[in-house]
């Protein structure tokens, strides 16, 4: 495994480290952003691209919290257009197409939505299907994303709705819409491709770090690999914690939700071409969704339930969250889904900002997604709520909360990789590779030009190859083989996939670097 040059982006244990050690000798810097999930990020990178020196520091590793368990939708607000809230699904139509154009065309994918009628759909119900559909196009074009890109929403026949999903229940089908939406190809991913160009603008970024006090003026911190504790100095501090704002801000009232998915086996659903969308019976605007990945598995979603209590580092998806939403898939399908259809699962918490009267009893699920940018009596700024897709835009209003004379340029700044959705890599290079590195699949691949056996999969039936972990170690910051298994390739979402690769993953992480943390 050569060492290949290293690129201005790289995350390395050795450059962490030189990093910490410069801000512990007490140099300061203009902006420290607490929280490494992708709002975090986005604010890192907002204020590095603005020339302003860049400080970030996370508890545990990046996209450890929320931003790992979305359902990977880039979407354009269809669901926030069914509840009247017009803002919100125009800032995720502009903030699709930016991410769609300039930002990350390499990991976002246009995905078919397919919303099927059978004969008991209610007229009505399907002239409202084709308003929302019609009026989020109607936002599409406005934010200029093209038509090549997101094609307009259209009725197919029931030979064409079959052909994207052969599970479907062929004999009540009568037809469906279908509308097209982005899909990125991994979240966590998404967070660490910003990241890492936030760290190419000059951005430290400290994992392992946890701030245990916040004031105006910095943050006292502590290393959680070595134990070291010490004081950041910054002219500026932004609080992008999530549904954990409240341990460092306890005036910023956050209401979690938990979004539970179940992982399927794509032969369940007849190995769909496209995602298959089910209203919720006798609830205004909410849906349950089947997604195929380009990994294969289908992701299946979703729940909006209030989280009461302590919020655990973890979440789990309870068993009754599953069974409700196989449950209302199986509506649609010709057999009914089952737990063994079931080959992982996994629950979210949103950090939804508590309304301000308070009427917040009945649950979250017709909360509004709207972000807060706070500026605490204490000086330092909270940035809070929002979701996936509005992430560079909660950034920016975080950063002008600032007021500062630099301009943001986020809207046109390419991440990492970033190159045409579908650009053909280089020769010999796995079309994998290209899907999940854009523009960097070449030199991913390079990490194997001594051993050609990196370019194999870690274990058989599972799609991850040798060279994916080997860059987790030498570019992403990976510092534990966790951090590997879980955020840079995902494999633990499948306990199944997880058991036959864990040792083999381990093997090439510790080959590189001794220091790797197994447990």
Same mark, same amino acid.
């Given at each position: 495994?050569?060492?290949?040059?290293?690129?201005? =982006?790289?995350?390395?244990?050795?450059?962490?480290?030189?990093?910490?050690?410069?801000?512990?000798?007490?140099?300061?810097?203009?902006?420290?952003?607490?929280? #490494?999930?992708?709002?975090?990020?986005?604010?890192?990178?907002?204020?590095?691209?603005?020339?302003?020196?860049?400080?970030?520091?996370?508890?545990?590793?990046?996209?450890?919290?929320?931003?790992?368990?979305?359902?990977?939708?880039?979407? #354009?607000?269809?669901?926030?257009?069914? @509840?009247?809230?017009?803002?919100?699904?125009?800032?995720?139509?502009?903030?699709?197409?930016?991410?769609?154009?300039?930002?990350?065309?390499?990991?976002?994918?246009?995905?078919?939505?397919?919303?099927?009628?059978?004969?008991?759909?209610?007229?009505?119900?399907?002239?409202?299907?084709?308003?929302?559909?019609?009026?989020?196009?109607?936002?599409?074009?406005?934010?200029?994303?093209?038509?090549?890109?997101?094609?307009? /929403?259209?009725?197919?026949?029931?030979?064409?709705?079959?052909?994207?999903?052969?599970?479907?229940?062929?004999?009540?089908?009568?037809?469906?819409?279908? @509308?097209?939406? #982005?899909?990125?190809?991994?979240?966590?991913?998404?967070?660490?491709?910003?990241?890492?160009?936030?760290?190419? &603008?000059?951005?430290?970024?400290?994992?392992?770090?946890?701030?245990?006090?916040? =004031?105006?003026?910095?943050?006292?911190?502590?290393?959680?690999? =070595?134990?070291?504790?010490?004081?950041?100095?910054?002219? @500026?501090?932004?609080?992008?914690?999530?549904?954990?704002?409240?341990?460092?801000?306890?005036?910023?009232?956050?209401?979690?939700? +938990?979004?539970?998915?179940?992982?399927?086996?794509?032969?369940?659903?007849?190995?769909?071409?496209?995602?298959?969308?089910?209203?919720?019976?006798?609830?205004?605007?909410?849906?349950?969704?089947?997604?195929?990945?380009?990994?294969? /598995?289908?992701?299946?979603?979703?729940?909006?339930?209030?989280?009461?209590?302590?919020?655990?580092?973890?979440?789990?998806?309870?068993?009754?969250?599953?069974?409700?939403?196989?449950?209302?898939?199986?509506?649609?399908?010709?057999?009914?889904?089952?737990?063994?259809?079931?080959?992982?699962? &996994?629950?979210?918490?949103?950090?939804?900002?508590?309304?301000?009267?308070?009427?917040? =009893?009945?649950?979250?699920?017709?909360?509004?997604?709207?972000?807060?940018?706070?500026?605490?009596?204490?000086?330092?700024?909270?940035?809070?709520?929002?979701?996936?897709?509005? &992430? +560079?835009?909660?950034?920016?209003?975080?950063?002008?909360?600032?007021?500062?004379?630099?301009?943001?340029?986020?809207?046109?700044?390419?991440?990492?990789?970033?190159?045409?959705?579908?650009?053909?890599?280089?020769?010999?290079?796995?079309?994998?590779?290209? +899907?999940?590195?854009?523009?960097?699949?070449?030199?991913?691949?390079?990490?194997?030009?001594?051993? /050609?056996?990196?370019?194999?999969?870690?274990?058989?039936?599972?799609?991850?190859?040798?060279?994916?972990?080997?860059?987790?170690?030498?570019?992403?910051?990976?510092?534990?083989?966790?951090?590997?298994?879980?955020?840079?390739?995902?494999?633990?979402?499948?306990?199944?996939?997880?058991?036959?690769?864990?040792?083999?993953?381990?093997?090439?992480?510790?080959?590189?670097?001794?220091?790797?943390?197994?447990?």
């Amino acid at each position: 495994m050569p060492a290949a040059t290293a690129a201005p =982006s790289d995350l390395t244990r050795a450059r962490r480290a030189r990093d910490r050690d410069t801000l512990a000798a007490g140099a300061p810097v203009d902006v420290l952003v607490i929280g #490494g999930g992708i709002t975090g990020a986005g604010v890192a990178l907002d204020a590095a691209t603005r020339g302003l020196s860049t400080a970030l520091v996370e508890a545990e590793d990046l996209a450890f919290g929320t931003s790992r368990w979305s359902s990977k939708l880039i979407h #354009g607000g269809l669901r926030y257009l069914a @509840h009247g809230d017009v803002a919100v699904a125009w800032e995720s139509a502009v903030e699709r197409s930016h991410l769609m154009g300039a930002i990350a065309p390499h990991l976002i994918r246009p995905l078919p939505h397919v919303m099927p009628a059978f004969d008991d759909t209610a007229l009505r119900d399907r002239a409202l299907v084709r308003a929302g559909l019609n009026a989020a196009d109607l936002l599409r074009v406005a934010a200029r994303t093209p038509r090549g890109a997101l094609a307009r /929403p259209r009725h197919i026949g029931p030979e064409q709705v079959i052909t994207l999903v052969p599970g479907i229940d062929s004999q009540r089908l009568r037809g469906a819409t279908v @509308h097209w939406d #982005g899909q990125v190809v991994d979240d966590a991913r998404l967070v660490v491709a910003v990241t890492r160009t936030a760290a190419a &603008y000059g951005a430290r970024i400290l994992t392992r770090t946890r701030a245990e006090s916040v =004031s105006g003026e910095g943050a006292r911190v502590r290393d959680t690999v =070595s134990g070291q504790a010490y004081d950041i100095h910054a002219r @500026h501090v932004i609080v992008a914690t999530g549904v954990w704002t409240q341990s460092l801000d306890p005036a910023t009232r956050i209401l979690a939700s +938990r979004g539970t998915h179940a992982v399927l086996d794509p032969a369940a659903l007849g190995f769909p071409r496209a995602a298959l969308t089910v209203p919720v019976p006798n609830e205004r605007g909410r849906f349950v969704f089947a997604l195929p990945t380009t990994d294969g /598995p289908v992701i299946a979603g979703i729940t909006d339930e209030p989280e009461p209590g302590p919020i655990p580092d973890v979440p789990v998806a309870p068993l009754n969250d599953v069974t409700w939403i196989l449950e209302q898939l199986s509506s649609a399908l010709s057999r009914p889904l089952s737990d063994d259809d079931v080959i992982g699962t &996994y629950a979210g918490l949103r950090p939804l900002v508590a309304p301000a009267d308070g009427n917040d =009893s009945d649950g979250t699920a017709d909360i509004s997604r709207r972000h807060l940018v706070r500026v605490t009596n204490d000086g330092y700024v909270v940035v809070t709520g929002g979701k996936l897709t509005t &992430y +560079r835009r909660m950034a920016q209003d975080a950063v002008d909360a600032l007021r500062l004379d630099e301009q943001c340029i986020t809207a046109t700044t390419p991440l990492v990789g970033a190159q045409p959705y579908r650009a053909a890599g280089p020769v010999g290079v796995p079309a994998r590779l290209v +899907r999940h590195y854009g523009a960097e699949a070449g030199r991913v691949a390079n990490w194997a030009s001594d051993d /050609p056996s990196l370019l194999a999969p870690v274990a058989p039936g599972v799609p991850v190859l040798g060279v994916e972990v080997v860059h987790a170690v030498r570019a992403e910051g990976a510092l534990a083989v966790a951090d590997i298994l879980e955020r840079r390739t995902r494999l633990s979402v499948t306990p199944a996939a997880l058991e036959r690769a864990r040792d083999r993953v381990t093997e090439i992480a510790r080959a590189i670097d001794p220091d790797m943390e197994i447990a």
